[in-house]
Structures are given as structure tokens and as C-alpha cells.
């Protein structure tokens, strides 16, 4: 693979970095202001759809898409490092249209959507007019196995019926939210990954009810959230029916591919953001009359946090690469290793960097501590470390022609 990056990418980089530089990083307090205290949950920080503004006036605009007719026509080797950047701050995908879960219920609107689904939703999502949910974990299920979910899809006639109980859905408090991607059951008797459908629910469909925001490590991330979200006899067209009943496990698959390697660059954004902030308080602090810059234990942080990041920014476009050349299929052991080694070593860097904050490093003064939470749920989010593992073991196992 080719390590040297594009004049094309080059340009994108220096472009999206002096966006971050100049509106993003100085904003993000602005961000927090802007949420109304008492509901914060009611409205969206003004903020956000003036950032938006200027990246579309600019050309920064829904760069995750590959698909030149809808996006910038970036492969997943040349977006990577842009995600990177903008995952330095919590509010930078969503300045640009480049935020979870958006970006991965574009793709499947973009690849898997029929031309009314696209007009209807594709379109305004986009534009950054609304937002969507992906709603598929369930409170009563382990669904890190997703054979597990129990939601029913049942066919009615003209009408799809949707019963069932999600949480994590993370978006659906937004009031931009309008539309959800729902997996559930439609044939508990086909085969085991022929069973699971996903379909198009408006959020305003009767029978819907938005339960809650969960919270990480008491962080709610409004107005976005984490939604649990009971369906009660929520009837959609059948129209609604994405790509085919029984095909929910093969739009996951082409949608998780993309979505993990933009899951991993943003972590890595988020090591180097840390990695910073810790260099310049070392420099700015003293204790037993010296600097912390000069204590030997520092910098053993600072070697090893460079290292790690290197480490995992290497294998990610690695990922990103082989996806590109011989496909999500063939590349499936390296995005398995990349979802573990991301967030994890974005947590030994934030994790280091609030040792060296002391504790200045727990609170909301700095993004230490919101940068740490948000890396801790990755490590369970689009599947455990537990799995991927499993997942990268078996295919040492195929090598060597062993049965498990």
C-alpha cells in the first residue's frame, strides 16, 4: 500500500484543519452554553447549523460518502485521515455532515434505498436538514450476537407491524431526528441470518415512544442522546421494507465496514488531541522543583502514547486500503482488529493525559474526561472487544485448517 497521502487528501487536510482551528475548537464551549439547562434535550445549540453553514460554503460537506453523486467521492483510504481531524472534538463530525449515526444510514439509504426512500430521506439527510437513529440493541437481549433481537416485523397486508423494545439508539432525543432504520424479526424459522429485516420508521408514526435518554458515565450527550425506544403495534408501508425481508444482516455488513474505520480515525483524532494537551501542561507545571516535562515518568507517557497512536493509525489504513482493493469481506480480520485497538489505545492516551491534569483531568474544564467516556463505550459499541477477538481467531484458526 502507498503511506504517502494524495495532493487531493493533502489539500482536504490542511482545509479541514484550519476549519477546526478556526471554528470549531473555539465553539465548543459555545456548544455546552447554548444547551438549555432545564431541557436539554428541547432544542439544538445555534452553534451547530452555523458550523454546518460554513462547511458546506466551503466544500467541506458529506466527505464519508464514496458515491461521487451524493458525496465527495473519497475511497475509505482517502477519507480516513479527514475523519481523524475531526474527531479531535466532540462537535467536529457533525460541523461537517460526517456524524454517526448519519453517515451510516446515508450509505445504506444511498446503496440499499429505492429512489422514493432517497427523495424522502436520503435527500434532507444530506442537505443536514434532519437527522436519523439506527435502532437495533435491545435491553432484553445480548445484542452483541444479533441473531438475539427480538423486535418483530411482522407483514399486514400493505403494512409492516413493529413490536419491540431498543435502546442505545443514539440521535432519536434530537429534535432533528425524524426517521429511524429499525432492525427486528420478520421469519423466526429462516435461517439464522435470513431472519433479521431492517425498515424505515418515521419517528412521528403512532405507537412509538421515546422512553428515555441512558447516560455514559453520566454524560448524555444532548441534544443528540442515547434513546430507549418502545415500538407498540407501529404500523409503516411495506414500502418501507429495506432491500428485501430477510437481507437485515447484509446491510449491516456493508454498512459496519465504512462505519468502523470512521469509528477508529476518530479515535485516533482523539489520542492526538490528548497526546497534545498533555504535552503542553507537562511543560506548563512543576513539581519536586522541576517541570513534569522533565520527570523521566512523563516522558515514558509521552514515547508510549506516540507509539500506540502510530501503531493503530497504521493498521486503520491498512483496513481502509484492503477495503478499497479486495473488498469488506477480505478485509474483515484487519476492521476486526482496528475496533479493538482504536479505542483502547485512545484510552491509554486520555487515560495518561488526566494523570498528568491531575484533577483538572476529571472535570469538564477540559475534554479529557468526555473524551474518556466517549472512548470507553466504543470498546462495547458496534460490537465488544470480546467479539472481534473471537472473529480475529477464527480466521488464524482457517489459516492453519483448524475446526472450532
Given at each position: 500500500m502507498e503511506f504517502e497521502y494524495s495532493n487531493k487528501v493533502k489539500?482536504?487536510?490542511?482545509?479541514?484543519?484550519?476549519?477546526?482551528?478556526?471554528?470549531?475548537y473555539p465553539n465548543e464551549k459555545v456548544y455546552e452554553e447554548q444547551l438549555d439547562k432545564n431541557n436539554p434535550f428541547s432544542k439544538v445549540p445555534p452553534i451547530i447549523e452555523e458550523l454546518k453553514q460554513k462547511a458546506k460554503e466551503r466544500g467541506l460537506w458529506n466527505l464519508f460518502l464514496p458515491e461521487a453523486e451524493y458525496g465527495a467521492?473519497?475511497?475509505n483510504m482517502e477519507y480516513a485521515p479527514l475523519c481523524e481531524i475531526m474527531g479531535r472534538s466532540a462537535i467536529g463530525p457533525e460541523a461537517f455532515n460526517c456524524s454517526a449515526p448519519d453517515t451510516g444510514n446515508m450509505e445504506v439509504l444511498a446503496r440499499y434505498g429505492t429512489d422514493d426512500q432517497k427523495e424522502k430521506w436520503l435527500k434532507p439527510l444530506l442537505n443536514g436538514e434532519i437527522r436519523s437513529v439506527f435502532s437495533m440493541t435491545e435491553p432484553g437481549v445480548a445484542s452483541s450476537d444479533a441473531t438475539n433481537i427480538s423486535t418483530s416485523i411482522v407483514r399486514d397486508g400493505d403494512e409492516y407491524v413493529?413490536?419491540?423494545?431498543?435502546w442505545w439508539s443514539s440521535g432519536a432525543t434530537d429534535p432533528r431526528c425524524k426517521i429511524a432504520i429499525v432492525m427486528g424479526k420478520n421469519d423466526p424459522n429462516a435461517p439464522r441470518h435470513k431472519q433479521q429485516s431492517m425498515i424505515l420508521v418515521p419517528l412521528d408514526t403512532p405507537g412509538i415512544t421515546i422512553k428515555r435518554s441512558t447516560s455514559v458515565f453520566g454524560y448524555e450527550h444532548p441534544p443528540i442522546g442515547h434513546a430507549e425506544i418502545e415500538y407498540k403495534d407501529v404500523r409503516v408501508p411495506a414500502s418501507n421494507m429495506l432491500l428485501g425481508e430477510g437481507r437485515g444482516f447484509e446491510i449491516a455488513q456493508g454498512r459496519l465496514g465504512p462505519g468502523r474505520i470512521h469509528h477508529c480515525m476518530r479515535s485516533i483524532g482523539a489520542a492526538e488531541r490528548a497526546l497534545e494537551l498533555m504535552v503542553k501542561r507537562v511543560q506548563e507545571r512543576e513539581a519536586f522543583g522541576k517541570k513534569l516535562a522533565d520527570q523521566g515518568v512523563?516522558?515514558?507517557?509521552?514515547?508510549?502514547?506516540?507509539?500506540?497512536?502510530e501503531?493503530?493509525?497504521?493498521?486503520?489504513l491498512k483496513a481502509a486500503?484492503?477495503?478499497?482493493?479486495?473488498?469488506?469481506?477480505?478485509?474483515?480480520?484487519?476492521?476486526?482488529m482496528i475496533k479493538v485497538v482504536a479505542p483502547n489505545i485512545a484510552l491509554n492516551?486520555?487515560?495518561?493525559?488526566i494523570q498528568a491534569f491531575g484533577a483538572a483531568g476529571v472535570t469538564s474544564d477540559f475534554p479529557l474526561a468526555s473524551m474518556y467516556a466517549d472512548q470507553r463505550i466504543l470498546r462495547i459499541g458496534d460490537g465488544p472487544d470480546e467479539v472481534h477477538r473471537r472473529a480475529i481467531a477464527r480466521e488464524e484458526f482457517k489459516k492453519q485448517n483448524v475446526r472450532v
Open positions: 489539500d482536504y487536510q490542511a482545509k479541514i484543519s484550519e476549519f477546526m482551528d478556526e471554528y470549531v467521492g473519497l475511497t413493529i413490536n419491540g423494545t431498543k512523563i516522558q515514558q507517557w509521552i514515547a508510549d502514547s506516540r507509539i500506540e497512536i501503531q493503530a493509525r497504521l493498521l486503520t486500503y484492503m477495503m478499497d482493493t479486495v473488498g469488506n469481506k477480505e478485509a474483515k480480520a484487519e476492521i476486526a492516551v486520555v487515560d495518561r493525559a
